[in-house]
């Protein structure tokens, strides 16, 4: 059964610091997602990552894969505010005939003044 | 707007009940996936259709069954509504079976069971 978990669950920054949520997975797969979710709403995609060594910048955001570590990073630099929210990964396995995500615990994000 | 669209946004009922959430995908998607979000469990797969068809199966109960409709929509049926089936329901679509273009996530069904 394949396991996702996060790290860590819960996270306490200071603006303008850099941190990075660390995504281990348990079986093989060359897929990964990351997604952002505020409180009661949906979930929100920034990035899909698709291979080993893939890496992907989206402004203070930017996501990496290692498939032989069963790896994923987020790492945020310089934070503000708005980037206070819950960070999911997910990592996709592909079955006979379909596919499936399955996610992490998440990783609740507050980004103080 | 992801282009997903989930009826209604909020449910309220009683336990024993059985109601109908609904899910329209991103035009040209072929993939429905439903996941439930709670407390507890966190995200869970449902259940995963493609052109209508199921394609995979996660720890969905026996109370709870899917289906999805010639024009791409999906329904979720739940039935016998007890009180831990109270949580955020997602439906997701993807224009493919294996996600290589990424899922996009519905604004979600809130369900409260009383």
């Known amino acids: 059964e394949l396991k996702v978990e996060q790290n860590p669950l819960f996270l306490s920054m200071q603006e303008g610091k850099n941190y990075t949520i660390y995504c281990n997975y348990s079986?093989?797969?060359?897929?990964l997602y990351w997604y952002r979710q505020d409180p009661g709403k949906s979930l929100e995609s920034l990035f899909v990552?698709?291979?080993?060594?893939a890496v992907k910048q989206e402004g203070r955001l930017m996501a990496s894969l290692d498939t032989k570590a069963r790896l994923s990073t987020l790492h945020i630099t310089a934070a503000v505010h708005d980037l206070s929210a819950t960070y999911f990964c997910?990592?996709?396995?592909?079955?006979?005939?379909?596919?499936?995500?399955?996610f992490g615990e998440g990783t609740q994000l507050t980004v103080n003044p | 707007d992801s282009g997903v669209t989930q009826t209604p946004k909020h449910l309220i009922t009683a336990t024993g009940q059985r109601v109908t959430l609904r899910c329209s995908p991103r035009?040209?998607?072929?993939?429905v996936y439903w996941y439930q979000q709670s407390l507890d469990q966190g995200l869970q797969f449902l259940i995963q259709?493609?052109?209508?068809?199921?394609?995979a199966k996660g720890n969905i109960l026996e109370r709870f069954s899917a289906q999805q409709f010639p024009d791409l929509h999906s329904e979720l049926n739940l039935s016998s509504l007890e009180l831990g089936d109270s949580a955020l329901y997602f439906c997701?679509?993807?224009?493919?079976?294996?996600?290589?273009?990424?899922?996009?996530f519905g604004s979600g069904t809130r369900l409260t069971v009383v």
């Open positions: 997701a679509s993807s224009p493919e079976i294996g996600g290589s273009y990424g899922y996009t």
């Open positions: 079986t093989t797969s060359d897929r």
């Open positions: 990552l698709l291979s080993n060594g």
């Open positions: 997910a990592v996709a396995r592909r079955e006979t005939s379909g596919s499936r995500l399955t």
């Open positions: 035009s040209g998607d072929l993939s």
């Open positions: 259709y493609y052109n209508g068809e199921e394609r």
